[in-house]
């Protein structure tokens, strides 16, 4: 009696505490089932966290490369941080042009910034892409998805064709969020004064001084 009595008991126990197990398992099969289930979803992500990814794309798409001056130390060459992302510093001094660049199968010449540059086309100075009246201020994601995707200055239909190196063939293929998250990006940071001249021609860039 006794014997039976302990037998049941453990059996009780052996029971409750499987189906307290298997009630886990199940809880932990239906979390698995919707994690799975929201995989296939766009994740949405904070503004935060937005403007934190189109730091990354920038970073990744070598925009500080042409527009963002530099500061070359005994370390090497730096990004100007305090001038991050603002084009071509107007009025810097441009090295004296040698006008065989113009011509075909000589050299492409860039500036000490890397945001000026001389070839066949004639000159070209990096944008300034800070949310500045001289920069990107005004600019809708519509515009700039516009200016990506085409070529054409502002995005606008027959308007000018933006003009080597600015490598504008590397990012129109990107999806559109990519594309909004970057310019998110470059309408979050510090708006810089910097006007940056139109692209000239060899004649122009020839006679050109700051
Ligand atoms: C190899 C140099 C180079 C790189 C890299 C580069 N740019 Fe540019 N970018 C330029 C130059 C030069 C211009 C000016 C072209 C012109 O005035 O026609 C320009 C112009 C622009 C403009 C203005 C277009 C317009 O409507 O006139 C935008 C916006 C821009 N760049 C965004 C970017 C972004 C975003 C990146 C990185 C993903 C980037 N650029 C990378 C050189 C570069």
Known sequence: MKCSFRISRR??????STMKMMYIVLILAIVAGCVQKNENQPVQLSEEQVIARGK????LGAC???HTPKIFDETGMHLDESRLLSGHPNGSKLPVIDERVFQPGHWTYFNEHFTAAVGMWGMTMSKNLTPHETGLKGWT????????RSGKHMGIEHGRPIMPPMPWENLRDLPDEDLITIFKYLQSIKPI???V???MNPAQAMTFKY
């Open 197 to 199: 001249p139109e692209p």
């Open 56 to 59: 990354q794309l920038v970073s």
């Open 141 to 148: 994601p519509e515009v700039f998805i516009a200016t990506m």
């Open 64 to 66: 500080h490369d042409c």
């Open 11 to 16: 059996i009780n126990k052996w029971s409750y």
């Open 193 to 195: 004064d910097n006007y």
